[in-house]
Structures are given as C-alpha cells and as structure tokens.
C-alpha cells in the first residue's frame, strides 16, 4: 500500500502563487507516475500535470506556463509551482501515484488540499 499526503494548499489572490506537495509513504518502490489533479465544484476531475520516473512532464493546457511539476518518483515526492493563479484555478487539488508490480499496476489518490484564488 501506499499513502499519499498533500499539502500547501490555501487561499490566495489572483496573480499569486502557492506551492502544493505531495509525499508518498509505505510502499514507494516501483512507482513510476506521480501527477496531480484537481476537482472544481459540479465538475469532473481533470489532469493538471504530471511526472514520470524517467522525468517526462505533462500538462493540461490550461495551466501550462503558469504551473511546473517537479519531484522524484524513486523518492514518492512531487511539487507543484503555481505562478500567476487565476479564480478558475479554485478546486481541490490531489496527488496521484502509480506503482507497478509485475504486470499488475495500483493506483492511489492523496485526500486533497483546498487552493482558493480571489478575484
């Protein structure tokens, strides 16, 4: 098993920046995707941007330029740097980590962490 733990999250003013982390704890090897997503209120949870254990990044376009993943799977660490918040960037904020044993892969969510950007 692993457990994921998020923090940094909070309220912030649009143009701002916050610094959200995730820390993964149990049983960390083999992981070799952490990412991070959020969740707005009556919306789906969409990707933000993730990081593979061969340091290859992805992110949603809309955030792209604004936020940079970093961390190191081997390690279950990742950041997320979020410059220049916007209001449509309010949502709660989850890690994500994938492990993979033989040909079996598990998956795992962290519980969340509030970001609130005022207008």
């Known amino acids: 098993q692993v457990q994921l733990v998020e923090s940094g999250g909070g309220l912030v003013q649009a143009g701002g920046s916050l610094r959200l982390s995730c820390a993964a704890s149990?049983?960390?090897?083999?992981?070799?995707?952490m990412g991070w997503y959020r969740q707005a209120p009556g919306k789906q949870r969409d990707l933000v941007a993730t990081?593979?254990?061969?340091?290859?990044?992805h992110y949603a376009d809309s955030v792209r330029s604004r936020f940079t993943i970093s961390g190191d799977n081997a390690k279950g660490t990742v950041n997320l740097q979020m410059n220049s918040l916007k209001p449509e960037d309010t949502a709660v904020y989850y890690c994500?980590?994938?492990?993979?044993?033989?040909?079996?892969?598990?998956?795992?969510w962290g519980q969340g962490t509030q970001v609130t950007v005022s207008s």
């Open positions: 994500k980590a994938k492990r993979l044993v033989g040909l079996r892969e598990y998956e795992y």
């Open positions: 149990g049983s960390i090897f083999s992981i070799y995707f």
């Open positions: 990081i593979t254990s061969f340091g290859n990044t």
